[in-house]
């Protein structure tokens, strides 16, 4: 990048409202929450930490009669992890603390007056449709560093490191400029799903290259189901990030490293646009219009009731859907297949990630409790639990051995197992939210016929310029 990266100490809350304010995002979810403070007349309140003394029991200095809130998203894994297994794991070590437990499908809006008032909970689930732009949150010095829980003894082996005893590249993921603020915990796997059953009926197989996708698509088609879906309402993240995976293979990796870099002209690479060019094709032929307007729920739904053929998401959709999937249906992950025997990744390749994000707010009264219930979540009781209640990885390697994973998390592990090193990642949509917020907005349009693929790279690039040209906006690289 030519612009030289701020980093988060150098952004006060003011600079960060006076940058939001110009850049006229009024509407997301973060803006709402810092406006807040700056329409409250007063200083940012300073809570004290409280803190204990550090021992061998004890590594990170919790003070053990201090009170800990935890807020969960109830989205895809529900809660019961955290009240069935997380929180009793905490109590245990700390039994004179008193946890308080809230669930929300908006976090941002649960906590705008928390942090608008400086009294924001220890540990937060951040995610879904309104969580809060975990970039702003950096810039503004809200989330504790999390180098000291990596340093600390695992709960299981006093002489490992929890560094150790998780996956490869997972303190990475949740790292800004280096220093890590974010967990992400669950092991992620991304691609189109489609249900077993369904395909085994009707003698369908997975497609590895383009033209036997869009010949699977005109078999489906001529069965009178809708080949290919995603909700415009709320999941055209799932779309966009089907493109850029598909980008990614055809161009190799570095094209989605130098989109994450804000690089000149990074959305423009022949890659993205090619790959624009094959799924303008898939909306225009073979997805239902209407979906513009539902939510992912809806659309997963049609799917479960098998009017829907294929459908793209992360392995959360399995355990998503639980309720509504009918006995039999046997979800199955697709990795994006190849566009021309030239791309530079194989049909295997796919995106991975540790996903699912979690934080420990820096401004709480009892951030290192907060640091302490992470360190309970990475134990291997922490994980074996999350994963029997929700049927899901997690990245500590120790969590799911031995573990009988349904059909769908069996079926994107396999995947996983399948791509070996060719497996990626991306960042952007962490880092900057309005770049993500516009990413969605211009895959509604190609998708469903507004706009072509050459439109569709030049508006995001324009974004992606405006906000490196902004030198108030807080920069991050890998």
Request: aromatic share 10%.
């Amino acid at each position: 990048m030519s612009n030289t990266p701020e980093t988060p100490a150098a952004l006060s809350r003011r600079t960060l409202l006076g940058r939001t304010a110009a850049a006229g995002l009024l509407a997301t979810p973060v803006v709402s929450l810092l406006g807040a403070c700056a329409t409250s007349g007063s200083d940012e309140t300073t809570t004290k930490a409280e803190e204990g003394t550090k021992s061998a029991a004890n590594p990170l200095g919790v003070a053990e009669d201090a009170p800990l809130e935890v807020v969960i998203f109830n989205g895809g894994y529900g809660e019961k992890y955290a009240t069935d297994v997380h929180e009793p794991l905490y109590k245990k070590a700390f039994p004179k603390a008193e946890i308080k437990h809230q669930s929300t499908q908006a976090v941002s809006t649960v906590l705008q007056p928390r942090f608008a008032s400086g009294n924001p909970p220890e540990f937060v689930n951040n995610s879904g449709e309104k969580l809060i732009d975990f970039g702003s949150l950096v810039a503004d010095g809200q989330l504790m560093d999390l180098t000291e829980l990596w340093d600390a003894p695992s709960v299981d082996d006093p002489n490992k490191k929890v560094r150790d005893t998780v996956v490869p590249g997972t303190v990475e993921a949740g790292s800004f400029n280096g220093k890590p603020y974010v967990l992400y915990y669950v092991s992620t796997v991304f691609g189109i799903w489609y249900s077993g059953k369904l395909f085994k009926e009707n003698g369908w197989a997975p497609a590895k290259t383009w033209s036997e996708f869009t010949a699977l698509l005109d078999g489906i088609k001529s069965k009178g189901i809708t080949p290919y879906g995603y909700a415009g309402a709320n999941a055209a993240y799932y779309q966009w990030n089907v493109i850029l995976t598909h980008a990614a293979k055809i161009g190799g990796t570095d094209v989605l490293k130098n989109i994450d870099n804000l690089e000149d002209g990074a959305w423009q690479q022949d890659a993205v646009k090619q790959a624009a060019q094959a799924w303008e094709e898939i909306g225009a032929k073979y997805v239902d219009k209407s979906f513009e307007g539902l939510k992912h729920t809806d659309v997963q739904l049609r799917q479960n009731q098998y009017k829907l053929a294929l459908y793209p998401s992360g392995d959360w959709l399995e355990g998503e859907q639980k309720k509504d999937t009918p006995a039999g249906f046997e979800y199955q992950l697709m990795p994006v297949p190849s566009l021309t025997g030239s791309d530079k990744l194989p049909a295997t390749a796919v995106r991975a990630t540790a996903g699912e994000g979690y934080f420990v707010s820096a401004k709480s009264k009892n951030p290192r409790g907060g640091l302490e219930y992470m360190r309970q979540m990475l134990s291997v009781a922490g994980a074996k639990g999350f994963t029997e209640v929700v049927k899901a990885p997690t990245v500590v390697t120790a969590g799911s051995a031995g573990f009988a994973f349904p059909p769908g998390v069996a079926s994107s592990q396999a995947a996983l197992a399948a791509a070996g090193k060719d497996v990626f990642n991306l960042y952007f949509d962490g880092w900057y939210k309005e770049l993500d917020t516009e990413a969605r907005t211009a895959t509604n349009e190609l998708m469903f016929g507004r706009i072509k693929a050459d439109a569709f790279v030049e508006r995001i690039q324009k974004r992606a310029d405006a906000i490196k040209k902004d030198s108030s906006v807080a920069k991050f690289t890998r």
